[in-house]
């Protein structure tokens, strides 16, 4: 069989098997050679390079750096090791001019590592510190925690970090530092305790150094100065005969004797009274003694002894114990009204409410005697602001403002009056409502109800034994008129009983009625009662009248036409039976009369007679033809007599009026009036 002739290989064609026989060879070992047998054929040249199949990429792996230990690098796991090895392709010489791939195997092992004999070198000497940082004695070495990021491996775009812990060295574990073992024996003795009979070293004086020059200076200058030298003196005898004579010390005074507490005055005999003074001043400058004749002692100065009555005269007088049959109306409140008006707004000290509050009801412990000097004191020092109130520009008050300014409506009455009450303890509230005050005009017959407007305020406070009572301190400090305002005290807004107080009061919260019998009247009949309107009342409470009581009740009296009464009665009475005009009141009562029109006598146009009231000191009645009171369309009204010539109407009795009328000039003063028809 003749030889093949070989076939030229190009240098591509041999690289290119150089590199296939190179895999699955271990790097560093030396090339396999293989035997061929004599006898067979020569191998024939390699092929032409044939496109290798296309291999999966190659997943990436995590840098693991190994872990950080103290021991030798021998023991040491090899690090870095990848997540899984592909195997290289291999291909089938055996093959007549195809190449097949075989499947993949697993891969050829790694050699193994050898130890290496060379030791790590050791490292450099410590540079000692000047600041030495002590640990604090511990069975268990002191444990920390490093935290490291590793490189980017090659096959990885993602920094892995891993972390080593330093704890607490546990035998048998690598990388552990164990702590020594405590032994007591190997421990410096401790130093011998010092005795106190020892003295103590004393502290060497400081060096002047480099950092400190300055120390020596210092030195010198706490040192005190040297004392200068004395001159020296020639030695006499007397000098040596002192000096062999040994200093005695100074001799202490006797030491003094204690005294007993008890020689004080403690428990001592109180039987034997103490021995009086052996000389006393007379009156006549001499001493008095034993053997003195002069046994009268010296006048007591009079003119230093202190006068109760002024004492008592600069004080309120105390409240009086009431009997079960009194009542407010006759109560005596001289002690708070005086002592309101020891403090006018001008003079007060404070515009706040707290001092006057304090100052106006502290010497009251009775809650009604505190609340009438509130009431009282708003009568002496504030007036209704008509300027205000007739301009319809009334504004917004407080407690301040009005002891400020003085001036106030009903809103600033009540506000201050309730500021103050709460300012001393009391409860008081202010109630808002409709009043038949100024302005106000009854309903005529057949005339539509008003709706409800509220236009005034007053206020409730709780008194004595906790009773709620109204009362107008507007109202009972004066009135107005066209004119003006008049101050004009009416202690009948503080007295009254709540049932006739709502006579000319309506609240709009039907909870501020406060009536004895708790009705709570509808506005139909406050505004427009059954009975019809009643006569006008003008100063029946300073009279110490009963305003309820006056009669006829209805202020039309018809005095022409049929079915007229033989006799119209006009009759009133004082506000409670034991009601005491001097003791309550402002004196003895007056004498009332009727004036009226059509009275035979009073033949005179305009012409009116006084005709008057009979009495028992308790009521006041009179009976009088209807047909003698006058005309449709006129008055009649009660009065009572003011004066009589020059003199005071108090006191007077109905003959005494009766023998000086017509002859006496009289004043007069109205208490109520009615309408005739």
Known sequence: MAEETPQPVSIQSRIAALNLGQVGRTPGSPPTVQAQSVSEPRAPALPAPINRPFLDNRQKTANNPPTQSHGSA??????????????????????????????????????????SAQPPPSLPPRRPSEHQMKSRDSYESMSSVTSDMSSISAFSTTPARTS??????????????????????????????????????????LKPGYTSPAVER???????????????????????????????????????????????????????????????????????????DDSVPPPVPLSSRPNLTQIQASKPRPP?????????????????????????????????????????????????????????????????NTK????????????????????????????????????????AIVVSGHGKGYGHKALAPG???????????????????????????????????PEGYTKHFKPERFTQDNETFGLDHFPGDNAHFFRSDSRVLSWEDYINPVEGEGPLIYDAGEQGLSKISFRPVQKQIQV??????????????????????????????????????????????????????????????????????GAGGEEVSVFFVRTIGDDDGRGWSVQQYKDAKGRKGMGFGAVAKWDLR
């Open 74 to 115: 021998v023991n040491r796991p090899i690090g870095n090791e990848p997540i899984e090895v592909l195997p290289a392709p291999s291909i089938d010489r055996r093959s007549s001019g195809t190449s097949q791939t075989q499947k993949p195997g697993p891969p050829p092992k790694l050699p193994p590592r050898r130890p």
């Open 218 to 292: 210092a030195n010198a200058a706490l040192a005190p100065p040297p004392m200068p030298r004395r001159p020296s003196k020639t030695p006499g005898p007397a000098s040596d005969a002192l000096a062999s004579v040994k200093k005695l010390p100074p001799e202490l005074p006797p030491p003094m004797s204690r005294k007993s507490p008890l020689s004080f005055g403690l428990n001592k005999t109180t039987e034997t009274p103490p021995p009086l003074p052996g000389n006393r001043p007379n009156a006549f400058g001499s001493k008095l003694g034993c053997d003195s």
């Open 560 to 629: 022409s036409g049929n079915g007229l009464p033989p006799m119209v009665r006009f009759q009133f009475e004082k506000v409670c039976p034991h009601f005491d005009f001097v003791k309550n009141g402002s004196g003895k009562p007056y004498v009332f009369v009727l004036g009226v029109h059509g009275n035979p006598l009073a033949n005179e146009k305009g012409r009116v007679d006084y005709v008057p009231f009979e009495t028992n000191n308790a009521s006041w009645w009179l009976d009088i033809d209807p047909k003698e009171l």
């Open 320 to 384: 009086l114990s009431y009997s079960a049959e009194s009542c407010l109306k006759c109560r005596d409140f001289s002690a708070p009204d005086s002592h309101a008006a020891r403090f006018p707004r001008q003079s007060i000290p404070s515009t706040t409410v707290d001092w006057l509050g304090q100052q106006l009801t502290s010497p009251f412990p009775s809650a009604t005697d505190k609340a009438r000097a509130i009431f009282t004191w708003l009568h002496h020092n504030v007036a209704y």
């Open 164 to 205: 080593t812990s330093r704890a607490p060295s546990i035998e048998g574990t690598p990388g552990r530092v164990r702590a020594p073992v405590y032994d007591p024996s190997s421990l410096p003795p401790l130093p011998q305790k010092r005795s106190k009979t020892e003295d103590m070293p004393t502290k060497a004086s």
């Open 388 to 427: 205000a109130f007739f301009s319809g520009n009334i504004q917004p008050s407080t407690p301040a403002s009005t002891i400020t300014s003085g001036l106030a409506v009903c809103e600033g009455y009540a506000g201050l009056f309730a500021a103050l009450a709460m300012r001393a303890g009391l409860e």
């Open 447 to 481: 005339e539509p109800i008003p709706p409800y407007s509220a236009g005034h305020a007053w206020n409730a406070v709780c008194i004595d034994n906790g009773e709620w009572k109204l009362i107008d301190a507007c109202w009972g400090a004066g009135s107005v008129s």
